[in-house]
């Protein structure tokens, strides 16, 4: 299945979650956002968010700094 990631456009399993390709990217630890086709995604469904052929998703993660 294709699909885009912040621009980038990739190839996914079928059954992949919201929540399977965050883990699968390894960002590591911190807060971020995800949006599909232009709807943000609450961070509750991510497990549950099952991604779909030619999906756009854009991630945002919050970086602390001082």
């Known amino acids: ?8 456009p990739r190839e996914v399993n079928t059954a992949l979650t919201v929540a399977d390709l ?4 390894a960002l ?7 949006e599909c086709n232009g709807r943000m995604i609450p961070g509750s469904q991510y497990p549950e968010y099952r ?9 945002i993660q919050a ?3 001082g």
């Open 1 to 8: 299945m294709h699909i885009v990631v912040n621009g980038e």
């Open 22 to 25: 965050l883990a699968g990217l």
């Open 28 to 34: 590591g630890p911190g807060k971020r956002a995800v």
């Open 51 to 59: 991604l779909g052929e030619g999906d756009v998703i854009e991630i």
């Open 63 to 65: 970086v602390g700094g």
